[in-house]
């Protein structure tokens, strides 16, 4: 069990990242309408407002380079959670920036996972 979660949460994170570094017009695909978004420190709910959120981002390219995976079951039935930590290289930036970043991912009805909550925050000093 437990390799199969680190699994699924390690494949999870490498398209999640691929995904944000490459089409993040895509990655409202992976939310639902009941999922909640922290993005330093601001709160936001549904795939409408995660959506936008992210694609207003300061930023339009960067590269996410994960230094750590940690994945684990949650007390909902079939679901993940999965903490990532990495560092953030923007383009013109010289030094990258350390995150940290935590995921819940929930079973679908489809038989896939969506992210249920989704918290980030930069890590300074």
């Known amino acids: ?14 398209h999640y990242y691929y995904l944000f570094d490459n089409d993040r ?3 409202p695909s992976l939310y639902h309408s009941t999922s909640m978004l922290t993005f330093e420190g601001h709160k936001v709910q549904g ?14 390219q960067c590269q996410h380079v994960i ?3 940690d994945s684990q079951p949650s007390s909902f039935t079939g679901g993940i959670m999965v903490f990532v ?4 290289k923007l383009p013109g930036e010289e030094h990258q920036l ?19 909550n989704d918290i980030f925050r930069l890590n300074y000093g």
């Open 1 to 14: 069990m437990e390799e199969q979660v680190e699994g699924l949460g390690r494949a999870f994170v490498d």
């Open 25 to 27: 017009s895509s990655l």
């Open 47 to 60: 795939v409408d407002e995660i959506s936008q959120k992210l694609n207003l981002l300061p930023f339009d």
């Open 67 to 69: 230094s750590t995976i």
């Open 85 to 88: 930590s990495g560092s953030l």
């Open 98 to 116: 350390r995150f940290s970043q935590m995921f819940h991912l929930v079973p679908s009805s489809e038989g896939s996972f969506f992210v249920q």
